[in-house]
């Protein structure tokens, strides 16, 4: 079956870290860029971190320098480790699966992360 | 702020015709393709109309998108209560190199 699955998200203080993970399964996961898009509860989607296929990064204002999206092929897997959280980091979390320049055609059930004291 | 601009709701009575706008700039919509999502309550965005108005696998033809210059929409034609959800736009950000969203805007079926 063609999927994504994340996880890794939970409870984590102001200031901490979490790594996110995400497993695709049923498709050639390296010949595809992923992204991650967080939504607050109650609110809108947010474009979070794209890795293309050659591993080249990119990431919004909001979190770059705090977060590091990366890849392993060998594993059919995608990472979104994050820095120096705040409380408005506080979202679920989706990978997804990039046909072309932010055509998402997959995506994940997301895994929520929690910042708070 | 989102960088593309929907209403925030829309509403209308089962089998008619709604349109759902998404206002963005060269940067996005003028110069790289519009995606459309839509997300049940409690659930992950689904794709429902990409390349401006391409259906996907799957989709019923009661969706359509379309564009003009930096300014795009989604028409649902035949309405039913099962539409009900959010929806949202997206392109990809010339300037800001990345993905932009809509804020998404949420479909009552009156």
């Known amino acids: 079956e063609v999927q994504l699955v994340e996880s890794g998200g939970g409870l984590v203080q102001p200031g901490g870290s979490l790594r996110l993970s995400c497993a695709a399964s049923g498709f050639t996961f390296s010949s595809y860029d992923m992204h991650w898009v967080r939504q607050a509860t109650g609110k809108g989607l947010e474009w979070v971190s794209a890795?293309?296929?050659?591993?080249?990064?990119y990431y919004p204002g909001s979190v770059k320098g705090r977060f590091t999206i990366s890849r392993e092929n060998a594993k059919n897997s995608l990472y979104l480790q994050m820095n120096s959280l705040r409380a408005g980091d506080t979202a679920v979390y989706y990978c997804?699966?990039?046909?072309?320049?932010?055509?998402?055609?997959?995506w994940g059930r997301g895994t929520l992360v929690t910042v708070s004291s | 702020q989102s960088v593309l601009t929907q209403p925030p709701s829309v509403s209308e009575a089962p089998r008619q015709r709604v349109t759902i706008s998404c206002s963005g700039s060269s940067s996005n919509i003028g110069n790289n393709a519009v995606n459309w999502y839509q997300q049940l309550p409690g659930k992950a965005p689904k794709l429902l109309i990409y390349?401006?108005?391409l259906l996907p696998s799957g989709v019923s033809d009661r969706f359509s998108g379309s564009k003009s210059g930096t300014s795009a929409s989604l028409a649902i034609s035949g309405l039913q209560s099962e539409d009900e959800a959010d929806y949202y736009c997206?392109?990809?950000?010339?300037?800001?190199?990345?993905?932009?969203f809509g804020g998404g805007t949420k479909l009552t079926v009156l």
């Open positions: 997804a699966r990039d046909i072309g320049r932010g055509y998402f055609d997959l």
């Open positions: 997206a392109a990809w950000d010339d300037r800001l190199n990345g993905v932009v």
């Open positions: 390349y401006d108005d």
């Open positions: 890795i293309g296929t050659a591993g080249d990064t």
